[in-house]
């Protein structure tokens, strides 16, 4: 017996799932299948999932009879003498909100304290441009290869985070092409993906993450925390694709470097994880300085 239950997802996502199961009731699905279809499915769903929240419950040979796993960003699956258990995180943003007074005056300091503080080096300041390259776009069997992120400090410094990853993939020859990675040189200067997802979460600590097309990225991401210690990313997410999506509508296309040069920024290395984070910060400041971001 498998039991998915979903929130705020696209209304595509449902459809696909009620190929294999039955919706008991608005957003819970129960079917039976293999353990493989199980795992596929799951990546389906954390591939297409956008900003919504999904939970597997199935049933296994553990001391209760059932595991499950969940995206939710408020909770996470721990592990405790081999039961599943259920873990609720401390929320960020509720234990940081301040009181407001309860006059209109008190609001309207306040709203304009915000306002002040809410300047160009403020946003730049709290948030983190992330990329990563990979064997292709299929989350069911392509592998992360390289991992890019880059931290504003200050208008003349910026915090610079890269790991090549070891893989016994065999790097397609399109993808070392345009990214000038092959299996060999990830080999030789890369490290596991493992210890490569541990050093990319302390460079984020609880920064907003913001890159281009960035579901793609975290959904790749996500599958790997899932897969080595059962988490995710829980910080907050903003997508640029949507922003220019919306400001730019006669753009030929919507590719990065269509849009970079759109912008007059110039990316040295494209399709180098870092290189591509670097220049995605760049965009995010040309669209502060418009008032877009």
């Known amino acids: 017996m498998i039991v998915i239950t979903l929130t705020k997802v696209p209304q595509s996502l449902r459809g696909d799932l009620t190929k294999w199961c039955q919706e008991v009731q608005t957003g819970v699905y129960v079917g039976s299948f293999s353990a493989r279809i199980r795992d596929l499915l799951w990546k389906r769903i954390l591939l297409n999932i956008g900003r919504g929240e999904a939970t597997l419950i199935y049933t296994t040979n553990n001391e209760l009879g059932y595991d499950f796993k969940t995206t939710r960003k408020d909770k996470q699956v721990v592990q405790f003498d081999g039961i599943p258990l259920m873990m609720h995180l401390k929320n960020q ?78 790097i397609p020859t399109h993808i070392s092409k345009i990214t000038q990675l092959t299996s060999e040189k990830l080999n030789q200067s890369g490290i596991e993906l493992f210890d490569a997802l541990e050093d990319l979460k302390k460079f984020l600590a609880d920064r907003l993450i913001v890159g281009y097309n ?65 220049a995605t910060l760049d965009l995010i400041i040309k669209l502060l300085e418009q008032g877009s971001f």
Do not use: M, W
């Open 214 to 278: 960035l579901n793609f990225d975290i959904n790749f991401l996500n599958r790997d925390y899932q897969k080595y210690n059962n988490s995710h990313i829980l910080n907050n997410l903003k997508d640029i694709l949507p922003i220019i999506k919306n400001k730019n509508k006669f753009i030929d296309n919507y590719k990065l470097n269509t849009v970079l040069k759109n912008y007059g920024i110039k990316n040295a290395e494209p399709h180098n994880a870092l290189s591509d984070a670097c």
């Open 93 to 170: 943003s509720s234990t940081n909100k301040r009181k407001l007074g309860f006059s209109t005056a008190a609001h309207y300091h306040r709203a304009n304290t915000l306002h002040k503080k809410s300047n160009e080096k403020d946003v730049l300041s709290s948030i983190v441009a992330l990329d990563i390259e990979t064997t292709g776009l299929d989350i069911t069997k392509d592998q992360i290869i390289s991992i890019g992120a880059v931290k504003y400090i200050s208008k003349s410094k910026c915090e610079r985070f890269y790991r090549l990853i070891k893989t016994d993939y065999e």
